[in-house]
């Protein structure tokens, strides 16, 4: 059909042959400016390419035999004749109308036809019997001025449409409009387009809800022990030894404590180029409890902090080299006995490895990184940070996985410090207690001294004053520097797929843990205390929890010396928390439903050494410390 149109459109000796040309309505060309307006507002919206469009609108032409616009024909000169032609001499020519050449497809009522066609004298005939042609020279006539008026018949008009519908559902598929995300799609198609979006961001959350108990040992000693052993100068749990002005304990070791509690955690994440990602996350907790984002229940029906969690943004320029920085994940392969799960990083850290290639079963790796604690403010503070690098290997073998890791952290500026910054004129400048290891920081394990000055302690102050030095006016500060060698490995099995066996472990010890230099610094001379720690755990059942029916055990064992590790970032769990801990645990999770998981976990820990970092306390008995806990988690995940 549309090669018929065509070639009668197209036709350009119509006249000379004597074809009648039929002209179409006017109204045929407003609908062809509605479709070319429709195709330019397809590429002011950015759906077509420039050159897409003009080739969907010479396709369309040519469809339907379209041309543009044709200049009228200038008549033929008058001293112009024609070739000779012979005739039949006994036939006389005649001019007739001719009818238009049939179209395969039905076409409008057509306006009034116009015949055209070449006149001449006609000659004699000739009584020649002979049926042959007689030659006659025929004069050819000026040709009319012909105009092509473009006219789109329905069967066409309606094969545009289909035609345009589909470019514009090529175009959806290719963006993928409405579509979870695809980085590779967004990338390919430059990140462009209504639903570019969907394809570069991707939204993430888990809530649990826990039925917590922590049932204290019986024979723990009361808080006022910890009170009284800490007049010494020497602890391992302020917590337990904080007393108001009246010198009455505010801690408790003794009663049990039962809690329902809540996390809520959201994160989105934006790829904003190839090798380019941003990412947030918000999570319920306390501003100053960095390993715990759990929200305790029975807050008077207020509402909860909703706290930013992770900022960060990753460059990859190499696929062997990456760089972050800001509010970042944990990027060291360590245990909770180093880190809890639940710590972010402030900072900046880079990844390099050598991809495995060639047959080659294992990739090198290294990871360093500078974080600061608190920022540098003259003169009242001086700053902390860690530094931290760590290099490993990972391994890939037959039904195998495995990590080995053998960090360094060294954390600067954080020992504690007899404050010189007090003078019986003024009493406490503007730096005083700078070296304390606060109570919004610490947990509980490290072994702490004393940092307020001596002129304090004896009760002077300003201009003659004297007053009563009670345990409000404590500062502790750390006793020991902090520079924890770890070495780490976890190694997955998948020799019972589709379940895997998952085993880990760290041994860790703090090489700047020195009782000579803490002397000479503090001058508190050490009994007891360690600077090593071990952790091993175990995990069998399937990798991840996101099908109904899928299950998970484990166990888990660690001693974690007072001083092996910085208590401020360990788990937050056994025994309450922090370093001077040995226990177990023991639990098991289950999945209700896709993503829903049922878990039940039993931790038992207790002290290892004083918590007074002396054999002190009431009756001559070196105060101790037990916990038992019981864990009924109910989360989901989306």
């Not at 041994?507 to 009782?515: H, L, S």
């Amino acid at each position: 059909m549309l090669v018929a149109l065509a070639a009668a459109a197209t036709a350009p000796s119509a006249s000379a042959q004597g074809t009648a040309i039929t002209l179409p309505p006017v109204g045929a060309v407003a609908e062809l400016a509605q479709a070319e307006a429709l195709i330019e507002a397809l590429v002011q919206r950015g759906l077509l390419t420039r050159a897409r469009a003009d080739v969907l609108k010479r396709e369309a032409q040519q469809r339907a035999g379209i041309v543009p616009q044709v200049a009228a024909t200038p008549p033929a000169p008058a001293h112009r004749v024609a070739k000779a032609s012979t005739v039949p001499p006994a036939v006389t020519p005649t001019v007739a109308p001719t009818v238009a050449p049939a179209t395969a497809a039905p076409a409008p009522a057509p306006s009034p036809a116009v015949a055209v066609a070449a006149a001449a004298p006609t000659p004699a005939p000739s009584p020649a019997p002979s049926p042959a042609p007689a030659p006659t020279v025929v004069a050819e006539a000026p040709a009319p001025a012909v105009q092509r008026v473009p006219y789109v018949p329905q069967p066409v008009r309606e094969q545009l449409r289909a035609q345009l519908r589909e470019d514009l559902l090529a175009v959806a598929r290719n963006e993928q409009w409405g579509a979870p995300a695809n980085a590779a799609t967004a990338n390919a198609s430059g990140g462009v387009g209504p639903g570019a979006w969907a394809q570069r961001v991707t939204v993430e959350g888990d809530m649990r809800l826990r039925w917590q108990q922590d049932h204290a040992a019986d024979a723990n000693l009361a808080a006022t022990d910890y009170v009284l052993a800490a007049t010494s100068g020497v602890t391992r749990a302020a917590d337990f030894a904080s007393a108001n002005a009246a010198g009455s304990a505010l801690g408790n070791t003794q009663a049990d404590r039962e809690r329902w509690r809540i996390r809520a955690r959201l994160a989105v994440n934006a790829r904003i180029a190839d090798n380019v990602t941003a990412g947030l996350r918000l999570a319920t907790g306390s501003a100053t409890d960095r390993v715990s984002t759990n929200q305790t229940l029975g807050q008077n029906a207020n509402r909860y902090t909703f706290l930013l969690d992770r900022a960060f943004l990753r460059w990859d320029p190499a696929p062997w080299l990456s760089f972050q920085g800001g509010r970042i994940a944990n990027p060291f392969l360590a245990t909770e006995a180093q880190f809890s799960e639940n710590l972010n990083f402030e900072g900046v850290s880079t990844l390099w490895r050598w991809p495995a290639a060639g047959g080659r079963t294992f990739e090198p790796w290294l990871v360093a990184g500078y974080f600061p604690i608190r920022e540098d403010n003259p003169a009242a503070a001086a700053s902390r940070s860690l530094v931290a690098v760590q290099g490993g290997m990972t391994f890939d073998l037959p039904r195998v996985r495995m990590r080995l890791g053998l960090a360094r952290y060294q954390y600067r500026n954080l020992e504690g410090r007899i404050d010189a910054d007090y003078s019986l004129a003024t009493g406490a400048g503007p730096s005083y207690g700078q070296h304390e290891y606060g109570a919004a920081l610490r947990q509980r394990g490290n072994t702490l001294v004393l940092t307020n000055n001596p002129l304090e302690r004896s009760g002077q102050g300003p201009g003659g004053t004297t007053f009563t030095f009670t345990p409000d006016r404590w500062r502790w500060g750390l006793a020991s520097r902090f520079t924890p060698v770890a070495l780490t490995a976890a190694a997955e099995f998948s020799h019972f797929a589709p379940l895997t066996l998952a085993v880990s472990a760290e041994a860790i010890q703090n090489t700047a843990y020195d009782r000579a230099e803490i002397l000479a610094r503090t001058g508190v001379r050490l009994s007891d205390g360690s600077d090593k720690g071990l952790s091993v755990r175990a995990l069998f059942g399937h990798s991840a929890l996101r099908q109904k029916g899928h299950w998970q055990a484990n166990i888990a064992w660690r001693k974690v010396g007072s001083d092996a590790v910085l208590d401020a970032f360990t788990d937050g769990d056994l025994r309450g928390g922090g370093s001077n801990v040995v226990g177990w645990s023991l639990g098991g999770q289950y999945a209700l439903e896709r993503d829903l998981v049922l878990g039940l976990r039993w931790l038992s820990g207790r002290q290892i050494d004083s918590m007074s970092g002396q054999a002190t306390g009431r009756d001559g008995q070196r105060p101790g410390y037990a916990l038992d806990s019981i864990q009924v988690d109910l989360g989901a995940r989306f």
